[in-house]
């Protein structure tokens, strides 16, 4: 399947890195959208893989995707790979509770993905989401 | 009745069947042949005496002629002669008791009368006796030696062995089937006791054939069972583990954030500090329990998750020097023995690393004074444990297993405890020494190599655990896993 993603690398210099954040779980995902709004970025999240499929086919620039794999509707690394066969070249970091060799594996497939295993500490995800924002991002 | 009986039963009544047949002709055939002699006799005596009666009574009258024949001397005892008047009883007259042969005597054409011989037959009598009497003994004797001889020489050749084989026969059927039979006879027996003997041997591998076949079964029985109940032990701590994961990184995030929020107090911050770590370390527990779970990933190894080959020296060497300072404390040494040539596994040196440095803090800790802990590195043949589905090898390719040994010179593993020293939390250290995840995790990490772990301990000598890591086989198309 293929999801028709607008314009989504035209975004302008000027503008603030854009992060969108996928995970079901609402303490979670609130957590971890306050943690990654804390580096002086613009966050938007969804709570499932079809809000997420959603968020990505808007008209709004995508900087960096943080998926949670287990979702309602479809599975975040689903969306993912859509996404990234229809032409998405943004960097991943892919969240999961069952970091077995295959998801391993076939993450390392995607291409400029990462995977990181909960739990996980603030820092390695900040870490990690600073590694991957454009370098004029700014950072808290 | 015995066999041997019967057989020298039956052979003295054939045996004096026949010597009694044989006495019963010869008594008859000579007993004809005596009386023929004596009729014989008896004709040429009648003749003589017939012309020179006749002779006589013609030329001297009767008196004369009855006076020879009273003179005449008969040349045996039992012979009688005398002179009968009349004309009747003329021939040879063949009685039980005696034989009679009358001569007529003719002078100038009349019958003057008869001479006549007699002849007791006693002595045939005496004969026939004495002849039923020696045939009698003569059986007797022969049946009595042929007897004697064949009872030696039946029990000797039939008795004895026969006994022997009724009694291995015996043996046999009451399932002792050791121990050979000894019958030294180029016979039916000895062919027969040399069959047993094979049979027994057939019997003998058969059992043994079948005992290993038993014991095999169980043991991979066994492996089953232990690999079923860590497996059962291995969901429960994923799901666990799983189920821990978000709400353990919710709350380690937010006291984090509370931690490091410079406008609340100093005290609220240090608590929320303290809640931080706290978390942390139940996080690394659980990320142990996933290490240990993974084994059991619920995806086949695939194509996708091909594993380079790893350099066991290098992670042996790295596992060393993380774990000297420790050893150190201890007065331990810990050594690297490796094989010349060193077998490349298909593996993620990092887990196989930790792998080993969880058997390494194992041994460290088991070694309660100063000494030595040897890594062993080579490659062995092996068989994988029942409950593992060994990888596919390529034809004519012997199954070859990377072989990593850690050796202790330590307390050693009592046999109850043995069996569950993989299980999740299981210790037998003291309370803040160990988690008890260390050797499930090395388990879990191993068993996803499609690997497994032995272990031999003996009490006070120390312990060796053997990780053996299945070398390169044949790619297996598994299909899309995800």
Not at chain 1, 53 to 81: E, H, K, N, Y
Request: aromatic share 4%.
């Amino acid at each position: 399947m293929g999801i028709i993603i607008p314009g989504v690398d035209m975004h302008s210099e000027d503008r603030l890195p854009r992060v969108v954040i996928a995970e079901d779980d609402e303490d979670m995902r609130d957590v971890l959208c306050e943690l990654v709004a804390g580096l002086g970025v613009e966050v938007a999240s969804a709570s499932s893989g079809g809000d997420l499929i959603l968020l990505l086919t808007d008209d709004s620039p995508v900087d960096l995707l943080i998926t949670d794999v287990r979702m309602p509707w479809m599975t975040g690394f689903q969306v993912a790979l859509s996404a990234r066969n229809s032409g998405l070249g943004i960097p991943i970091i892919i969240v999961t509770a069952f970091p077995d060799d295959a998801l391993r594996a076939q993450v390392d497939h995607l291409g400029s993905a990462v995977l990181l295993a909960k739990p996980f500490r603030p820092e390695e995800l900040l870490s990690l989401v600073r590694a991957r924002l454009p370098a004029n991002a700014a950072t808290a | 009745m015995k066999l041997a009986r019967k057989l020298i039963l039956s052979m003295v009544i054939g045996l004096t069947v026949v010597l009694a047949a044989n006495s019963f002709y010869r008594v008859r055939r000579e007993l004809t042949a005596f009386d023929e002699d004596m009729k014989q006799d008896h004709e040429v005596l009648a003749q003589v005496l017939e012309k020179a009666v006749t002779a006589v009574w013609v030329s001297q009258g009767r008196a004369a002629a009855l006076q020879l024949i009273a003179a005449t001397k008969p040349p045996s005892q039992m012979l009688h002669i005398r002179w009968v008047d009349g004309e009747s009883g003329y021939g040879q007259d063949v009685r039980p008791s005696q034989l009679v042969t009358r001569v007529p005597i003719l002078a100038g054409g009349n019958r003057m009368g008869f001479v006549e011989i007699s002849e007791s037959r006693d002595f045939a009598r005496a004969y026939v006796r004495n002849t039923v009497i020696r045939s009698f003994a003569l059986t007797l004797i022969a049946v009595i030696c042929v007897g004697a001889i064949s009872t030696v020489l039946g029990i000797w050749f039939v008795g004895k062995p026969i006994e022997k084989l009724v009694e291995k026969a015996a043996r046999i059927g009451a399932g002792d089937v050791e121990g050979q039979l000894v019958i030294r006879q180029r016979d039916e027996i000895g062919e027969l006791a040399a069959e047993m003997n094979a049979m027994c041997l057939r019997l003998i591998e058969t059992r043994q054939a079948l005992t290993a076949e038993t014991e095999e079964r169980l043991r991979a029985q066994e492996q089953v069972r232990h690999a079923d109940r860590l497996a059962t032990v291995g969901k429960l701590a994923s799901g666990i583990a799983h189920e821990l994961g978000t709400p353990l990184g919710v709350a380690l995030m937010r006291a984090n954030m509370i931690a490091s929020n410079p406008s609340l107090g100093r005290d609220t911050r240090d608590a929320a500090h303290i809640i931080g770590e706290q978390i942390d370390r139940i996080t690394h527990i659980v990320r142990q329990l996933l290490d240990f779970a993974r084994g059991r990933a619920t995806s086949p190894p695939g194509p996708l998750t091909r594993r380079n080959p790893a350099d066991l020296l290098a992670i042996a060497e790295r596992a060393v020097a993380m774990l000297q300072p420790l050893a150190v404390k201890r007065h331990l040494v810990i050594a690297v023995v490796a094989d010349p040539v060193l077998p490349k596994p298909p593996a993620n040196p990092e887990q196989i690393e930790q792998v080993l440095v969880n058997l390494l803090v194992n041994a460290i800790h088991a070694s309660e004074r100063p000494g030595k802990v040897t890594i062993a590195l080579g490659a062995v043949e092996a068989k994988a444990p029942a409950d593992l589905t060994p990888p596919v090898w390529s034809e004519g390719s012997e199954p070859k297993y990377a072989l990593i040994s850690v050796r202790d010179e330590g307390v050693g593993i009592s046999p109850e405890v043995l069996p569950r020293i993989f299980e999740p939390f299981f210790t037998t250290k003291h309370v803040g020494e160990g988690t008890g995840l260390g050797l499930s995790v090395a388990y879990g990490i191993v068993r996803e190599h499609s690997g497994w772990i032995e272990v031999a301990s003996e009490r006070n000598r120390g312990s060796c655990f053997s990780v053996y890591l299945p070398m390169d086989s044949v790619e297996i198309e598994w299909g899309g896993g995800s």
